[in-house]
């Protein structure tokens, strides 16, 4: 064998691997398609930004105890006659000024708005956690249930082809009778081949409802739908029922477990910060505030100044703001000299502090009503919390109901499935004797048939509901 042929069965040996393991089917569990389900919901991205927000919101509560700082500087250039910056006197000519200051304030007392802001922000970045715990939760119970769902339809599948494979069997044999001439009635064959039909009709509904409910779980999950994705089975420990439950305890358990209330209380209590906020805008302002400044401009000019004694000159000054500068001979043959742009910035500072208090005296009833408008929302809020716990405790009623109901047709159709199979084995027994028909021993099957159908949807529904009250207490939630 030649070296290329070796490198070209090599090459053919790797892509038919890569080929087959493209081609194995995905196996989700619960847990990944919990976590995919919250990476790519919409709703819970959303609840996230609302929690940032909050958050900032939190922050900037804070920082506004701290003392503003801000600078400035500016450059004005002018032509003709203005008003002169040194001598505060008009001249005509053209000016180049510069000014620079730096200035801080910052509020001793307003009615301690800021301080219950701090607190109404905390509470409402409190509340946008719950949000987004909430949003996490209702994903988690809806990727349970429609988990269960497809766990349902497969199972239901499963027993539908169990159910064909018995009806198959049966017609092969009313096949083989019927070319023996021992059938006991012409009709036997039919009777077992239009069951057969009715088998295949149920398999394909039963698969088109398995499809169908793939589906809806893979929407729910944000990811585009994988026919032949497989799910794994759950445990017996994670199918567990709970038809002992006590609604009350359930209720008791959500009001302190469930993020959605808890949300909803938070949010009352934010509006009752809210209002003290508001009505801290009420009382005086007290603001402490203070600067340094300076400037420059081209109109700074100082003068000379001689110091003569007798039969000559002794010194040489110039008239400065601070006093006077002694300066050379050669700087001394101008009589007026513009003063540099560093001695201007050094001598021309200033400084100021300010005390001031503003109090509201009247203002158009605007901070009366905002604290009308607060007391508004704070009472809508008040109902929100109680509507809430409302809505809670008639949901937490439907779905012990259900479960309980649920729970009791599940035991029924126990009952009836193992009835209809001692009645199905009887009739088998007395088919192949010869002393029953066709048509009554496809009645006793079919009856099994659908009592077996019946009890696997039960038993699911019994589950969900289960599930449902998990949540209520709190045992059915995302990771924080």
């Known amino acids: 064998m030649t070296r290329f042929n070796k490198y070209f069965l090599t090459l053919l040996f790797l892509a038919a691997s890569i080929l087959t393991y493209g081609q194995q089917n995905t196996v989700l569990s619960l847990q990944q398609c919990l976590d995919i389900a919250i990476k790519n919901n919409l709703q819970v991205k959303q609840s996230g930004l609302t929690m940032e927000a909050d958050r900032i919101n939190f922050l900037q509560a804070k920082e506004n105890l701290i003392p503003a700082l801000s600078g400035s500087a500016s450059r004005q250039l002018s032509q003709g006659r203005g008003l002169s910056p040194v001598t505060n006197t008009y001249v005509n000519q053209s000016l180049t ?4 200051g730096l200035n801080a304030s910052v509020t001793l007392f307003n009615g301690l708005s800021y301080q219950n802001a701090i607190k109404q922000a905390s509470l409402a970045y409190q509340a946008g956690k719950m949000d ?16 269960l769902l497809v766990l349902d339809a497969e199972e239901q599948l499963s027993a539908t082809k169990s159910q064909l494979a018995v009806t198959q069997q049966q017609v092969d044999r009313a096949n083989v009778l019927e070319q023996q001439g021992a ?3 012409a009709s036997d064959i039919y009777d077992f081949k239009g069951q057969l039909a009715g088998s295949q009709v149920s398999a394909t509904s039963a698969q088109n409802n398995v499809n169908a409910a793939k589906l809806s ?5 944000n990811i585009p739908y994988d026919a032949n994705a497989q799910l794994q089975p759950l445990s017996a420990e994670d199918l567990a029922g709970q038809h002992d439950a006590d609604p009350d305890k359930i209720y008791a358990t959500a009001l302190q477990q469930l993020a959605q209330v808890k949300s909803a209380t938070l949010k009352r209590q934010s509006a009752e910060k809210q209002v003290q906020v508001l009505k801290g805008q009420l009382f005086p302002t007290l ?5 340094i400044s300076t400037n420059y401009s081209s109109a700074g000019t100082r003068s000379i100044f001689i110091d003569s004694v007798t039969n000559g000159v002794k010194g040489l000054f110039v008239n400065t703001p601070t006093g006077k500068e002694s300066i050379s001979a050669t700087t001394a043959n101008n009589s007026i000299q513009n003063i540099p742009y560093t001695d201007q910035f050094k001598n021309n500072y200033g400084t100021y502090g300010l005390l001031s208090l503003n109090i509201p005296i009247f203002t158009n009833h605007y901070r ?10 704070l009472q809508n809020a008040q109902y929100v919390e109680d509507n809430t716990k409302i809505v809670l405790r008639q949901n937490v009623e439907q779905a012990y109901s259900n479960m309980i109901a649920a729970y009791n047709k599940y035991q029924a159709l126990t009952e009836q499935v193992n009835a209809y199979t001692e009645s199905f084995r009887i009739s088998k027994i007395r088919y192949d004797s010869g002393v029953l028909t066709s048509v009554d021993y496809i009645i006793s099957k079919n009856q099994l048939d659908a009592a077996n159908l019946n009890l696997i949807s039960a038993h699911y529904d019994y589950f969900i509901y289960s599930k449902i009250l998990d949540y209520y207490q709190g045992k059915v939630s995302a990771s924080q």
């Open 97 to 100: 000024s510069d000014n620079y």
């Open 132 to 147: 987004l715990q909430a949003a996490k939760d209702v994903v988690t119970v809806n990727v349970i249930t429609n988990y």
């Open 183 to 185: 059938n006991k009635a």
């Open 217 to 221: 779980l893979f929407q729910l999950l």
């Open 287 to 291: 603001t402490l505030s203070g600067g």
């Open 368 to 377: 009366k009503n905002q604290v009308a408008l607060g007391k508004i929302n």
